[in-house]
């Protein structure tokens, strides 16, 4: 993760607002879970909102790895940023986990 924090992306305001409201709806789902911990839900329906996360997670990884491939890896690459080739590797390793 050399490159964490030191590159940047340019995102339009639609992205970054499609990208915080799938965030927020995350959130609430996670508030949901707690409450449910809180007050001794069953382990099935914990369960089932748990998996419910993740695949909304799941989702919004997958819509941005999208975006990358499609705006940042081609400029890092017209620019000779042969690095970017690593950091795709890293990230399908991580994805395929």
């Known amino acids: ?5 030191t590159k940047k ?3 339009s305001i639609d992205e ?3 990208i915080i409201n799938r965030l927020n ?5 996670i508030k949901g879970i707690t409450k449910m911990v809180e007050n ?3 382990c099935n329906d914990l369960l089932v909102q748990l ?3 993740k695949n909304s997670i799941k989702s919004l990884s997958t819509h941005v790895l999208e975006s990358h491939l499609y705006k940042c ?3 890092a690459l017209e620019n000779g940023e042969l690095d970017t080739i690593d950091e795709l590797i890293s ?3 991580r994805f395929n986990q």
């Not at 993760?1 to 924090?5: A, F, L, S």
């Not at 709806?25 to 789902?29: D, E």
């Open 1 to 5: 993760m050399d490159n964490c924090c």
């Open 9 to 11: 992306t340019k995102r």
């Open 16 to 18: 970054k607002k499609l």
């Open 25 to 29: 709806r995350i959130g609430g789902q």
């Open 40 to 42: 001794d839900a069953y």
């Open 51 to 53: 998996s419910a996360v």
């Open 73 to 75: 890896v081609p400029t």
């Open 91 to 93: 990230l399908f390793k």
